[in-house]
Structure formats: structure tokens, C-alpha cells
């Protein structure tokens, strides 16, 4: 059972006090394990006005929300343009995943323009953002024994590995190639409750596969096509798509 992207999720995102370049969903809808009891994480960009941005009061780079809404929590995160802007020509994996995200609440002229210019921003330094995610995430689940923390762990690594290999993002899990046997199981478990039991078995196998699932990464990250740094151009354009927006 797939959980939906609650169709009010887009009221949510337009009382942001800015105009918004885009608002998509993250977490565990995008990776495909949302459970019945799932938060929804909202991840934006909004433009701030000029005069909030060259004068001596400066608006806010990023808003966080958070809240309630039809027994549902929300964790609602936006960054100005050019924050986004600025992670998004560095490693940072999330708001590549956010900006490409295929659960889109609202979008954009502006929107679709980065989403063009993503290709020339993806290299092969990502792979360190997933390798460190990685980690962050085995962590918390040697720590916890937890469903969430294992399917993140291996989430990361297949994305990586895919993004290394392919240059192409997929965030799914229950789609990503390379996936053990047993994630259908650990998925399905998730999905019917956010906390529920680990399955009896698994926590074995799972903890010879992650090293073998990050070697993999290493060696894609090694073998892969990709630029070290973004492209010139694209980088140009986005500069330059920045300065048309905040003047216009």
C-alpha cells in the first residue's frame, strides 16, 4: 500500500510568506516507505524581494514551519533561491533530491529552469554526501534497532550508487537496482506502522550487506563519468537566472 501526498499539501506550502520557485515532498514518501503514520516533509524555495535582500534588513534565507493538520505532522523547510542555489552547486544531495523530486506540490517557470540545469551541477563528489549519510544513518540504527534508520542506510547507498553509475537520480527504493532480497519485506513493514518491529532474520544479513553496499559506492564514486566539478555553463546559467528573478 502506497500512502498519498495529501491533497491539502499545497495550501500548506503557499502560506510560506514568499513566492514560492517550488514546493516538493521528501522523506520517506519519496523514498518509497512512507508508513500510515508517516510525517510529511514539504521542501521549498521561496524568492525573497529585493528590498529584503540589499538593504540593512535582511529576509529570511530559510523558514522552517512545523504543525498539525488531519492528524498528519508536518515539517516544512524553504530556502531563499539563493541558498538554494549556492547547496545546489555544492555536493549536497538533498536539495538535488528535493529540486528533482517527482512528488511535486507546487512548481514553476523557475522551477522547470533548475530542474534544466541540474545535469550540468551533478558530479561525482555527491557520492560523499551519500557515503556520509550513510553512516550517519547505520549509526542510529545499531543504536536503535529501528526500521527507519535501516532503509535509510541502504536507500542512500543505492541512490548513490545509481547516481554514479547512471548520472540519472532515483530516490525509490523499492525500485533502485542492486536492492537486497529482503527490502520488499523491511519496506512493507515500514509502511504499516513508523516504529514497528524489525523483521526476525534480517538484522544478520543486513549488517554484512552495508559494507559490501558502500564498497559498491566507492567504487562507482571511482569508476564513474561524471565531472568533479559542476560545469561552467551551467553554473553561468544559474548565476544569471538569479540576478533575472530577484530584478524582475
Not at 529584503?52 to 515539517?75: A, I, K, M
Not at 560523499?128 to 543504536?143: D, N, R, V
Not at 561524471?226 to 548565476?239: G, T
Request: proline share 6%; hydrophobic share 40%; net charge negative.
Amino acid at each position: 500500500m502506497t500512502i498519498a501526498v495529501p491533497e491539502w499539501a499545497a495550501d500548506v506550502a503557499r502560506q510560506l510568506p514568499y513566492p514560492l520557485v517550488f514546493c516538493t515532498v521528501s522523506g520517506a514518501h519519496l523514498y518509497g516507505f512512507a508508513s500510515v503514520d508517516s510525517d510529511l516533509d514539504l521542501r521549498a524555495s521561496h524568492v525573497l524581494p529585493a528590498a529584503e535582500v540589499v538593504g540593512l534588513r535582511h529576509g529570511p534565507d530559510t523558514l522552517q514551519r512545523d504543525g498539525l493538520r488531519d492528524g498528519v505532522e508536518l515539517d516544512v523547510v524553504s530556502h531563499d533561491l539563493l541558498k538554494f542555489a549556492k547547496l545546489l552547486t555544492s555536493r549536497n544531495g538533498y536539495v538535488l533530491e528535493q529540486v528533482l523530486s517527482p512528488l511535486v506540490v507546487v512548481t514553476s517557470e523557475l522551477h522547470a529552469a533548475l530542474v534544466d540545469l541540474t545535469p550540468g551541477l551533478i558530479t561525482r563528489n555527491h557520492a560523499y554526501h551519500y557515503l556520509g549519510f550513510s553512516h550517519s544513518q547505520e549509526k542510529l540504527y545499531t543504536k536503535t534497532g529501528e526500521l527507519k534508520p535501516a532503509l535509510y542506510t541502504l536507500r542512500v547507498l543505492l541512490t548513490g550508487t545509481h547516481l554514479m553509475r547512471t548520472g540519472q537520480l532515483e530516490t525509490n527504493l523499492g525500485v533502485l537496482d542492486g536492492a537486497p532480497d529482503y527490502v520488499a519485506e523491511l519496506i512493507e513493514a515500514k509502511r504499516s506502522a513508523e516504529h514497528g518491529p524489525f523483521p526476525p532474520g534480517v538484522a544478520a544479513r543486513l549488517a554484512a550487506d552495508i559494507p559490501r553496499l558502500r564498497a559498491d559506492l566507492e567504487t562507482a564514486k571511482d569508476e564513474s563519468k561524471l565531472a568533479d566539478h559542476p560545469s561552467e555553463q551551467a553554473v553561468s546559467a544559474l548565476h544569471h537566472l538569479i540576478v533575472r528573478t530577484r530584478l524582475g
